[in-house]
């Protein structure tokens, strides 16, 4: 359930805003009573979701066009006044062998995985410098630490994004503004569909996303791994050797859960949709 927060209401602008993840940190932050505005790719769908969520701050963004982006912060900054977090939570998920992957595919990755988060966090901190006050969020994943089979893109998409914001985050460490990653284990929206996760490790559910990015920005740190037993592992497995840490991977189903064992069926409607936005 979400409860009211003791903390100043903050600006929280949101990318990838209309599903999974996105929508589930915006309901999160307006039960905690903060100003929220939400942007995506797919504008029909984004509409839909500011009316279920009750607020009007919403439009049409494509993370990979700095153009786009920099429209979407002055909407929100015209509606709610100046931008005090911005959550880069924008990101897809395809699956399969390397050299099977479309290019086009692979770009895509790139560009909103990566690009999409650079170009959002230098929009950000151009406003925030200036007032040595903001927070940028930007959403990693466990897989930006550990590699999974069948994920080789998206993996190095997430790594890429761990490694800039740290990167940043030392940059800027006396600025006043904050930078965190959030780095979620698997987690049941669309980007999932079609697969069953590894053996003995549950998928965590969208609201605990949520609910680990709202406390991030009560309390700022460096980073919060979600589920606590999922990011537990992929810590320890910093210290395991690779023969052991490649054999326990096999043993969870890891090297064939994004591969073999996919239901690309399940997965077709997911996989138009991003290829098409």
């Known amino acids: ?153 998206y993996c190095g998409t997430k790594f890429a994004v761990i490694g800039f914001t740290e990167a940043a985050r030392q940059e800027y460490r006396k600025s006043g503004v904050c930078l965190s990653t959030v780095r979620p284990t698997f987690t049941n929206t669309e980007l999932v569909a079609g697969t069953s996760g590894a053996k003995g490790l549950r998928n965590a559910e969208p609201q605990e996303i949520a609910r680990a990015t709202a406390d991030l920005i009560e309390q700022p740190r460096p980073f919060v791994r979600v589920t606590r037993v999922a990011g537990g592992m992929v810590a320890a497995m910093k210290f395991v050797p690779g023969r052991l840490a490649t054999a326990l991977g096999s043993a969870l189903g890891t090297d064939s859960v994004f591969l073999d064992d996919v239901d690309m069926g399940a997965r077709q409607a997911y996989l138009e949709r991003i290829r098409n936005s």
Do not use: C
Not at 96 to 121: A, C, K
């Open 1 to 153: 359930m979400t409860r009211p927060t003791l903390f100043p209401a903050k600006t929280i602008a949101i990318t990838g805003g209309a599903r999974g993840i996105g929508y589930q940190t915006a309901k999160e932050l307006i039960g905690r009573g903060h100003r929220v505005a939400i942007g995506d790719i797919d504008e029909a769908r984004a509409k839909e979701a500011a009316d279920e969520l009750g607020i009007s701050s919403v439009a049409r963004l494509d993370v990979t066009d700095p153009d786009s982006f920099r429209a979407f912060l002055d909407m929100v900054e015209t509606q709610l006044g100046p931008i005090d977090v911005l959550i880069n939570n924008a990101g897809i998920m395809p699956t399969g062998h390397v050299h099977e992957e479309e290019d086009t595919v692979t770009r895509r990755q790139v560009e909103i995985n990566v690009l999409g988060v650079i170009f959002g966090t230098k929009l950000a901190l151009q406003r925030m410098l200036p007032r040595r006050a903001g927070h940028i969020i930007n959403t990693a994943s466990l897989a930006g630490e550990l590699s999974v089979p069948g994920l080789a893109t």
